[in-house]
């Protein structure tokens, strides 16, 4: 039996409520003059299939000499996604990976067990002013795959479908919609595109899936007779026949979503398990520093430096 603690099987269907279960506005935070908004997790919602964490990164302007300084981190429980649109990002990872994160790009780092990994935007970058925009997610591994040794997958955006009709592009990022599929290793059923649409056009949601959720980056679209503008997350009821349509002065939009997942999740700093034992473990590894024959190393080439795990 699949998990979600908010789909309830004696909420009624058709056209008896409006097909719009959640609508989330994300939580804004300024990291010195870089501002990220989630959308995931929220109290409304923790997960959107098996998404459980969504962050839209700026869009930021850096002067001269500044930029993004994220120190090596660990994660665990987890599959990190980077999809940039404006900007590139430096990523360096545990398992040696040393690659420059372009816009249109998919980036899939599966944490499993545990990595460690740096996002900067350093070296020449900082010899001029540069933007960066992007969006950061965080799928939740299955149970089976928690476990897992860590990987790290890049995809060229000529790489994803894209598909072009009546007014709309819908690039695919992960996982299977519209009868297209990504050729990257999941642990769950997902989907996430990333579609614009032209003023007026409609654009069905998928109904291969179970959970599904739409984030709108630019314009405003409608449904069931409601507009939706920037920085809005909408979350639809299971099984419902969903089309949006754009405004009239277009819109883009990140799709989202897949199959509940088989159990709960905890969520503890850059972590996601399934127990709390689990992150406990974590914890203490992390804490023991022991980058040469412990569970974390440091990412070669940028081992200099890292976050300290928070004491609460």
């Known amino acids: 039996m699949s998990w979600n603690p908010l789909l309830d099987a004696s909420i009624p269907i058709g056209d008896q409520v409006d097909a719009i279960e959640t609508v989330i506005i994300p939580r804004a935070r300024d990291l010195g003059g870089f501002e990220?908004?989630?959308?995931?997790?929220?109290?409304?919602?923790?997960?959107?299939?098996?998404?459980?964490?969504?962050?839209?990164?700026?869009?930021?302007?850096?002067?001269?000499?500044?930029?993004?300084?994220?120190?090596?981190?660990?994660?665990?429980g987890l599959s990190t996604v980077t999809y940039l649109i404006r900007g590139r990002m430096h990523h360096r990872d545990s398992l040696g990976t040393d690659a420059w994160i372009t816009p249109g790009e998919v980036n899939l780092m599966q944490a499993g067990h545990?990595?460690?990994?740096?996002?900067?935007?350093?070296?020449?970058?900082?010899?001029?002013?540069?933007?960066?925009?992007?969006?950061?997610?965080?799928?939740?591994?299955?149970?089976?795959?928690?476990?897992?040794?860590?990987?790290?997958?890049?995809?060229?955006?000529?790489d994803l479908p894209l598909l072009e009709a009546e007014g709309k592009s819908v690039r695919l990022i992960l996982g299977s919609a519209w009868g297209e599929s990504v050729p990257l290793p999941l642990s769950s059923d997902t989907f996430y595109a990333d579609a614009t649409l032209e003023p007026g056009a409609s654009l069905p949601l998928p109904d291969n899936h179970e959970d599904r959720g739409v984030y709108v980056l630019g314009g405003e679209v409608s449904q069931g007779g409601q507009a939706y503008g920037v920085g809005q997350m909408l979350v639809f009821r299971p099984g419902d026949g969903i089309s949006l349509k754009a405004g009239p002065f277009g819109a883009r939009i990140m799709l989202l979503g897949g199959a509940t997942m088989?159990?709960?999740?905890?969520?503890?700093?850059?972590?996601?398990?399934?127990?709390?034992?689990?992150?406990?473990?974590?914890?203490?590894?992390?804490?023991?520093?022991?980058?040469?024959?412990?569970r974390f190393q440091l990412p070669p080439g940028d081992d200099a430096e890292f976050i300290p795990a928070p004491d609460r």
Do not use: C, Y
Request: glycine share 8%; net charge neutral; proline share 7%.
């Open 36 to 76: 990220v908004r989630r959308a995931l997790p929220s109290v409304q919602r923790q997960m959107v299939g098996p998404f459980i964490f969504f962050d839209q990164m700026g869009p930021a302007e850096f002067i001269t000499g500044k930029g993004v300084d994220v120190r090596p981190h660990p994660h665990i």
């Open 114 to 158: 545990g990595i460690t990994h740096s996002e900067r935007t350093d070296g020449a970058m900082r010899q001029a002013p540069h933007q960066l925009f992007g969006l950061q997610t965080w799928l939740a591994l299955s149970q089976a795959q928690e476990d897992a040794a860590p990987e790290f997958h890049n995809l060229r955006a000529a």
């Open 262 to 294: 088989d159990g709960p999740r905890h969520i503890w700093w850059n972590f996601v398990a399934s127990s709390k034992d689990r992150i406990e473990a974590a914890k203490a590894a992390w804490r023991a520093g022991d980058w040469a024959h412990g």
